[in-house]
């Protein structure tokens, strides 16, 4: 088991607050996994006052809309150039990165991709005095756990913000981001990185919209909202009483403007290898998000992404 050293309290406890200016961000994304990776990279794009977007990385995944985790990452990386092309954003100003193609084989063992080696690169051309950057990983956290692993002091240089697992009062941690990888998760939330944690039960799942708002308040106004719009409808197909949670905006929102989605410090939690939450009161501070703002976050996703 790799062993971190820990980082110095008081850059820890700066690092987790918003830094209240504008930020250099990597998003880690699944973007093919479901509809709602698709909204966060568009927001993401959309939000130049507090968000320069520097690198994409395509994320591993294995549910039904793929074969094996090593799929769903091309799927998505395939995904994120379809999004930035019907946005007319150009893969030069915002490259894309193929992640890992397994998950990690062990707690240790990280798993070598493009998209690994570039954060290590990109948090190592910074010194622990620079502004930090920025990483926001959406899916499996195995992309961002390898780079942990490849080179701890990459901690000194970056903030992650991870959306997986669910809220401490939940009887399980179990959800499709951590389960997919226990080990790389443990990882995150033991290795002292700074990080802001945004549970997907009971936080981010109120994140709920409908086809007919989206079809009333984004459909018409953009070629990246008639988009989003479509592969919304077409993920379920009877939209009666039936609401969408597009989980992934969250750790957009926070970087746009964190008074939507209210947050605490906290003891990192303990992640057992049953999926389960398990509280020290001596571990190492962290941020979690307890709240979302969902009309407000809704309010500046629609008005941003009608923009053609």
Not at 67 to 91: F, Q
Not at 96 to 118: C, E, I, M, N
Not at 278 to 297: F, G, K, M, S
């Amino acid at each position: 088991m790799t062993t971190f050293t820990p980082l110095d309290p008081d850059l820890l406890a700066q690092r987790l607050q918003h830094p209240g200016k504008k930020i250099s961000l990597v998003l880690d994304t699944d973007t093919y996994n479901e509809v709602d990776d698709q909204f966060a990279l568009a927001y993401a794009l959309r939000s130049p006052e507090a968000i320069q977007l520097e690198a994409i990385y395509a994320a591993p995944f294995h549910n039904t809309r793929s074969t094996g985790p090593k799929h769903g990452m091309e799927l998505s990386y395939d995904e994120i150039l379809n999004v930035l092309s019907r946005m007319h954003e150009s893969a030069e100003a915002h490259p894309v990165f193929k992640g890992s193609k397994t998950y990690l084989p062990a707690a240790d063992q990280p798993v070598d991709s493009p998209a690994a080696r570039d954060l290590v690169a990109r948090a190592m051309a910074r010194s622990p005095e620079d502004p930090p950057l920025y990483v926001a990983a959406i899916g499996a956290i195995t992309n961002i756990a390898s780079a942990l692993l490849m080179e701890p002091r990459i901690r000194e240089r970056i903030v992650i913000l991870w959306l997986g697992g669910n809220a401490r009062i939940c009887p399980s941690a179990t959800e499709f981001n951590l389960q997919q990888d226990v080990w790389g998760a443990q990882i995150l939330f033991n290795c002292g990185v700074p990080l802001i944690w945004f549970p997907c039960n009971g936080m981010a799942s109120q994140l709920v919209t409908t086809y007919a708002e989206l079809e009333k308040d984004l459909k018409g106004r953009s070629a990246i909202g008639d988009y989003l719009v479509e592969i919304v409808k077409d993920y379920h197909h009877d939209h009666f009483a039936w609401g969408k949670v597009i989980w992934d905006l969250a750790p957009i929102a926070w970087l746009v403007d964190p008074g939507m989605v209210p947050s605490v410090i906290a003891p990192s939690p303990v992640l057992t290898d049953g999926m389960t939450w398990e509280q020290d009161i001596n571990r190492h501070p962290i941020c979690e998000t307890y709240l979302i703002h969902r009309n407000a976050v809704f309010t500046d996703v629609f008005r941003k992404l009608a923009q053609s």
